[in-house]
């Protein structure tokens, strides 16, 4: 079965400083990588995702995040955090093509706080 | 556009008792999907309906029945209330399986 790995569970950083959350899966075949964000209080929200084609992919907020097949990742950066990026990221994972792909199998979350 | 809807938003049960959680969604997606998310333990599937009329069990089914009344609706029942199924539960829906899930504002439930 697919498995999602976030190494991180708990990152804290200053403001401006630089982010990069791990993530990895174990499917080797064709995947979809999605990132999800959930603020205090709120619901899950798409960051950014990768189907194909270019595997850096840009999301929203200056997010982003880069699809390395030989690895089996798809870690997201962000150049210079914010005190509103506080909030807890998932990474998540589909085998297969759209329409026929499998369930979506999430990371267990890394929660970021982000200090003024 | 409302997007995923849920309710209750809160609920407290006693074991034993049972409740339906209500989902729906209007942008005509064909998939509707239940988590449950837990402290540690992120997301896990515990139903979902890949189209109108289909249901399958995800990776956390025991304790769950679901219902696809429509295109617009999934709703999730747990028949007798454990301790154990205190959770906040997240309904979502995609145009298809393995397309990007939009989420509910999630039910948290408290069973005693």
């Known amino acids: 079965a697919q498995s999602v790995s976030q190494h991180n569970h708990h990152v804290i950083l200053s403001e401006a400083a630089s982010l990069e959350l791990g993530c990895n899966y174990s499917?080797?075949?064709?995947?979809?990588l999605f990132w999800y964000v959930q603020y205090p209080g709120q619901h899950l929200q798409l960051l950014l995702k990768?189907?194909?084609?270019?595997?850096l992919v840009k999301g929203i907020k200056g997010f982003e995040a880069e699809f390395i097949k030989s690895k089996f990742s798809f870690n997201l950066r962000k150049p210079s955090v914010q005190w509103s990026d506080t909030a807890e990221y998932f990474c998540?994972?589909?085998?297969?093509?759209?329409?026929?792909?499998?369930?979506?199998?999430f990371g267990t979350g890394t929660r970021l706080q982000v200090t003024l | 556009n409302a997007g995923v809807t849920q309710t209750p938003k809160f609920q407290v049960l006693k074991t034993g008792q049972s409740m339906t959680l209500q989902c729906a969604q209007d942008?005509?997606?064909?998939?509707m999907y239940w988590y449950r998310q837990d402290p540690g333990m992120g997301l896990r599937l515990i139903y979902y309906?890949?189209?109108?009329?289909?249901?399958d069990k995800g990776e956390v089914p025991n304790g769950y029945n679901v219902s696809r009344l429509n295109k617009r609706e999934f709703s999730l029942r747990l028949e007798s209330a454990a301790p154990s199924q205190t959770s906040v539960y997240f309904c979502a829906s995609s145009e298809w399986q393995g397309e990007t899930q939009y989420f509910g504002p999630g039910t948290r439930l408290l069973v005693l």
């Open positions: 309906s890949a189209s109108e009329g289909t249901t």
């Open positions: 990768y189907f194909s084609g270019d595997p």
């Open positions: 998540a994972v589909n085998e297969g093509d759209t329409g026929t792909a499998s369930k979506l199998t």
């Open positions: 942008m005509n997606h064909n998939s």
């Open positions: 499917y080797g075949g064709t995947v979809n």
